[in-house]
């Protein structure tokens, strides 16, 4: 039994020092060890450890900052010489080393922190440690009294290149006296499912005293001999054992073992975790080998229990060849009690044995480091500038809180590797030229070199930079003329001011003071005018032909008598009967904003989807009660109906129909999607969620603006008719005299109208400018943001294809021969119209259905247009297809 991890790992850290093993150093490989005596001087030749015969050096070469200290002499006694010396941080947060490591290769990393009252004070510190951007421990050097700990883990880097970093939480300077590093000598042991492998116990059982580490191990392992006299009995050999399996433990470490003392007794170990969570998950490394020379008539056989379940069921060690028994999967213990035991079979003749065995912990990195090229960019212009800024160290994106200073990010927190986007280093007292390790940076959207004192030219791969929208060089000494390429970049906007000596040798530059500006705006401008003009002549013409091909279509404003039916048919319900009706939340639908949305059953029958709010969402009451009290109000049959709800005390959820084929986005990834997108961008869109939309802004009193219409609240249901879902952000707007009204900006990236971002003011335009990026989706098939893009939001990217005139790389490729384009081109107008930066000048959603019903009736009228959909027959969308109803009444 362990009483006290954290005593026993300085313990541990005295043993590995206070060996008494007299050791022999042989002439081993040290190649890629690398051996840190932390904070000894920076002219300090390498040197040889007496005991291990490693070559330790001076971190000088792996760090940038921090002070160099000196535990006390009486400690200094204690410790080996790579320990007396150490370093310390008191400036900035964090703080780190960083080295070269190989790609791919499996590495025993370790650091070793003693306090040893370098600084008179007196005091322990604690602080945080990271390896990379993911957090590894909080050392707490008082936490036992002992002023010193050790950290020990397996892990695989990624990238060429290892941060080991040191985080002040603000109790005392962090510290590091020694970090080593060494490469396995297999990359197929200690594998995990997920995670790397922290150092928990790594015992032989022997009654040796000795310590055993390099060079006996060659990759460095620290062998602690382990033996209960009253338990166990010692086996030795002085023949050799085959140790190579891969783990490969020294010889002189599987040269021993310990069975039961009582020939029928169990072999047993148990542990507990009690600095970590009794959860923890654990991988064990049991080393076996037999070491006795059996007779014929001998046996040994036995069961390997972890927790109590099997592991391995009779089990005989090979004679004199080492055997690792361990598992795939990571393994927990009960109430973080933890047990091992060998239980000799009925068939052996001799009790169990055990040679050696090691215990790791998982530890979780979720956190990705930046992309490996923007790393390096960026390093290389640090170098270039020789800039020393305190915070970039480490990884420059992750974690956000780390993040360098002028940097900025996009994918934090994404499975995929963080980017670097945004480069300020204006004012910086930059020297020299503009940095060719720029060009490196291929995500940089914003680029500022602003007030420096840079010289020479505007360099060329400037215009080469695909994602570059911004580059501010004013305030710099920058000469000779700007490259022609640049000026010519279309959506580039450069900043170039205050260059007394920039030429600027292009009748693009005539008419302008400052940067491109002006150019960019023109053909945007036009387009949109063009747009508008081809469209609001279409539109006008078609409210015509509308008005009087459907004479009878139904004003919905007129009042109706069903606001009360529709309120009794509402049902209030309790939460048992929602655990009912959804079998103890059984069935997963989906995850909402928030909560989460269950299957269910009412009246045995009826399906409904149940969206639970959950308890730690604070802002979800408020919009739970907008959502009840607009579905209370209105019902249409495009809009998601409400079933009924339930509102006791800390438990809320609403009851909607159940939409059996989930959402338009998931529709448009899907095998079937080229067969409804035709119809959809025509029929669909006019047939139900537009006249949805339509009805909240014009067939309620007061209008309703819905503020997050996205393919993911289009919701299908079993005959593919769409309907418009969640109206947890829906707001109603006064009608006579004003037309807008304030709020806090809500909604969802990229379908968000951005004059409503800018100005808080909302009026209905807001829901026609996300419906338009809803229109941009269908007729491309494309993310709406996409970072992989030239241009990463949609309505950019059409429009610069619009105006580069690469029309045929907008639509869905998966459409063409099987549509009109004429149609096709009417859609992206009316989407581009719905674009407009000025909401004014967007049609209402009225306009949006006219035309959209022209276009219906085109492709309704067309031969041939929907063949593959009906080959499809079990795909049910003609089921609408021209079929007008007239709505609900609020
Ligand atoms: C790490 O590798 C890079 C090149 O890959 C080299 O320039 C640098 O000097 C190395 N650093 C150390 C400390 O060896
Ligand atoms: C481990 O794997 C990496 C990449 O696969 C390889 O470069 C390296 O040499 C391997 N190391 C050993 C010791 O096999
Ligand atoms: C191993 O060798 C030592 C001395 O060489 C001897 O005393 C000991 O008995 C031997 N042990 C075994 C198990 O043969
Ligand atoms: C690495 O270890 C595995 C088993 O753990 C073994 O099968 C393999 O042969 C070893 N590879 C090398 C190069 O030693
Ligand atoms: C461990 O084995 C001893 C006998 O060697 C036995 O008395 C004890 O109960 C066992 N403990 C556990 C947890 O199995
Ligand atoms: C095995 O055989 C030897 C004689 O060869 C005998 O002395 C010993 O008792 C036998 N052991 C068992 C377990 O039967
Ligand atoms: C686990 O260990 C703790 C303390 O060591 C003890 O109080 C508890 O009863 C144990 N639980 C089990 C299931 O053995
Ligand atoms: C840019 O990256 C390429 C390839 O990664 C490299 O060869 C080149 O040296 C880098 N350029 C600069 C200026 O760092
Ligand atoms: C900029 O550099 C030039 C030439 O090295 C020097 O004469 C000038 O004083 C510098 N200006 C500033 C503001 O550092």
Redesign the pocket.
Known sequence: MEANPQALRLCVLICINFSSFLHIIEAQDQNGFISLDCGSPPNEHPYNDVQTGLTFSTDN??VQTGKTGKVQEEIESLFPKPVWNLRYFPDGIRNCYT??VTQGTKYLIRALFVYGNYDGLNEYPGFDLYIGPNLLETINLGLWGTGGMFEEIIHKPIS??LQVCLVNTGTGYPIINTLELRPLENNSTYNTQSGSLRHFRRNYFSTASRTVRYPSDVSDRVWIPNFDEKKWTEVTTNLSVNTSNGYNPPQFVMASASTPISAFAPWNFTWTWLLTPSTTQFYIYMHFAEIQSLQANETREFSVLVNGDPMYERYSPKPFSIETLSYFTPQQCDQGNCTVELLRTSKSTLPPLINAFEIYTVIDLPLLETKQDDVLAIKSIQNTYSLSRISWQGDPCVPIEFLWDGLNCANSNASEPPIITYLNLSSSQLKGIIAPGIQNLTNLKELDLSNNNLTGGVPEFLAGMKSLLVINLSGNNLNGSIPQALLRKKGLKLIRDGNPDLICADELCANKSVGSKKKNSVVPVVVSVVVLVVLGFALAFFFVLRKKRTPNSADPRTTGSSVLAIMTKNRRFTYSEVVTMTNNFERILGKGGFGMVYHGTVNSTEQVAVKLLSHSSSQGYKEFKAEVELLLRVHHKNLVSLVGYCDEGENLALIYEYMANGDLREHMSGKYYEFLQIPYLCMVTYENCPIGLEYLHNGCKPPMIHRDVKTTNILLNEHFQAKLADFGLSRSFPVEGETHVSTVVAGTPGYLDPEYYRTNWLNEKSDVYSFGIVLLEIITNQPVINQNRENPYIAEWVGLMLREGDIQKIVDPKLHGDYDSGSVWRAVELAMSCLNPLSARRPTMSQVVTELNECLAYENSREGTSQNMNSQSSIEVSMNFGIRTTPDVC
């Open positions: 070469a792996f080295l070269n060429k290149s």
